[in-house]
């Protein structure tokens, strides 16, 4: 009963009102902005789409963790960053127009990432009997439905409705974080009931999502600190390479219509109760660091 409850009513309800609140923040004038950043922008699309993944797929595979939370791992890192990381690099000062850039392309790119990912992960560890094979064309159109069109749907509200968009969005946020706080509790308890000792398992999983989390936000940086980014972009990269969505990755593991699996959003649980205080203590870092270094040249 609380699969059902979480999978069919709390998820779609709380992941659609995330995505309808990132399009309340977005303005049309962002997607303009995409291209005067092609660089930052190009580096941080690979660092999300084959970077992290890559990381990920290491992380998993040289970990003794049941497969299905193998594949949660990486499914983490193949979900795009959301409003909490547009939120973060704002509260740090990034540069909130590539943050946002970053997000709506990846947020794109994603239906064609997760099924491959997902393939490609199942592949490498399940067994030939249980390997995950999303149908690659009504995936994509799932995806599109649950993620884009309520994007969409925001993003018009914002342009016909400014004001009232605006309002409307501040209190959307903590409908959406109590939502999510739901969401976290009804995985917990799912799976629970459905292991014995599962408190041992978070336990052993925690400590490889928190090395996902910081191995991002590093590698972020250290791609933008090698072609030599100014400081707001240096935040900007470490945040969206090292947050993602982890709502969508409880979604994706946990709905009826994608994977179906309670234990494979472990993972995005685990990962989704530290990761926006990890990456504002990281932002906080790099800034105090470039202070006192402030003889770095940025461009």
Same mark, same amino acid.
């Given at each position: 009963?609380?699969?059902?409850?979480?999978?069919?009513? @709390?998820?779609?309800?709380?992941?659609?009102?995330?995505?309808?609140? +990132?399009?309340?923040?977005?303005?049309?004038?962002?997607?303009?902005? @995409? =291209?005067? /950043?092609?660089?930052?922008?190009?580096?941080?699309?690979?660092?999300?789409? @084959?970077?992290?993944?890559?990381?990920?797929?290491?992380?998993?595979?040289?970990?003794?963790?049941?497969?299905?939370?193998?594949? #949660?791992?990486?499914?983490?890192?193949?979900?795009? #960053?959301?409003?909490?990381?547009?939120?973060?690099?704002?509260?740090?000062?990034?540069? !909130?127009?590539?943050? &946002?850039?970053?997000?709506?392309?990846?947020?794109?790119?994603?239906? =064609?990432?997760?099924?491959?990912?997902?393939?490609?992960?199942?592949?490498?560890?399940?067994?030939?009997?249980?390997?995950?094979?999303?149908?690659?064309?009504?995936?994509?159109?799932?995806?599109?439905?649950?993620?884009?069109?309520? &994007?969409?749907?925001?993003?018009?509200?914002?342009?016909?409705?400014?004001?009232?968009?605006?309002?409307?969005?501040?209190?959307?946020?903590?409908?959406?974080?109590?939502?999510?706080? !739901?969401? =976290?509790?009804?995985?917990?308890?799912?799976?629970?009931? /459905?292991? /014995?000792?599962?408190?041992?398992?978070?336990?052993?999983?925690?400590?490889?999502?928190?090395?996902? $989390?910081?191995? #991002?936000?590093?590698?972020?940086?250290?791609?933008?600190?090698?072609?030599?980014?100014?400081?707001?972009?240096?935040?900007? +990269?470490?945040? /969206?390479?090292?947050?993602?969505?982890?709502?969508?990755?409880?979604?994706?593991?946990?709905?009826? !219509?994608?994977?179906? $699996?309670?234990?494979?959003?472990?993972?995005? !649980?685990?990962? #989704?109760?530290?990761?926006?205080?990890?990456?504002?203590?990281?932002?906080?870092?790099?800034?105090?660091?470039?202070? &006192?270094?402030?003889?770095?040249?940025?461009?």
């Amino acid at each position: 009963m609380e699969a059902s409850l979480l999978s069919q009513y @709390i998820l779609p309800v709380t992941l659609g009102l995330i995505m309808i609140n +990132l399009g309340l923040s977005l303005h049309l004038e962002d997607f303009r902005l @995409i =291209f005067s /950043e092609p660089k930052a922008l190009i580096t941080g699309l690979i660092c999300q789409m @084959i970077l992290l993944p890559a990381i990920a797929f290491t992380i998993a595979g040289l970990s003794n963790l049941p497969d299905p939370i193998k594949i #949660g791992i990486v499914l983490i890192s193949i979900c795009p #960053g959301g409003a909490t990381s547009n939120l973060i690099t704002y509260l740090l000062k990034g540069n !909130v127009a590539l943050s &946002i850039s970053l997000t709506s392309i990846n947020s794109i790119l994603i239906l =064609f990432s997760i099924p491959a990912y997902i393939l490609l992960a199942s592949n490498l560890f399940l067994d030939e009997e249980t390997i995950i094979s999303l149908p690659f064309i009504p995936t994509i159109l799932k995806i599109f439905l649950m993620i884009l069109l309520p &994007i969409a749907f925001g993003i018009l509200i914002r342009y016909r409705f400014s004001k009232g968009a605006q309002a409307v969005e501040r209190y959307m946020k903590y409908i959406t974080t109590l939502l999510l706080a !739901v969401v =976290f509790l009804f995985v917990i308890l799912t799976n629970h009931s /459905e292991s /014995e000792r599962p408190f041992r398992l978070y336990f052993r999983i925690a400590p490889l999502v928190l090395l996902l $989390n910081i191995m #991002g936000m590093i590698s972020g940086y250290y791609c933008g600190r090698w072609l030599r980014f100014s400081k707001p972009k240096l935040i900007t +990269l470490s945040v /969206e390479v090292g947050i993602q969505n982890s709502a969508l990755a409880i979604t994706i593991a946990s709905s009826p !219509v994608f994977l179906d $699996n309670t234990i494979m959003a472990i993972p995005a !649980v685990i990962y #989704g109760m530290f990761t926006f205080f990890n990456a504002v203590l990281f932002g906080m870092v790099i800034k105090r660091w470039h202070n &006192i270094r402030g003889r770095i040249k940025y461009k």
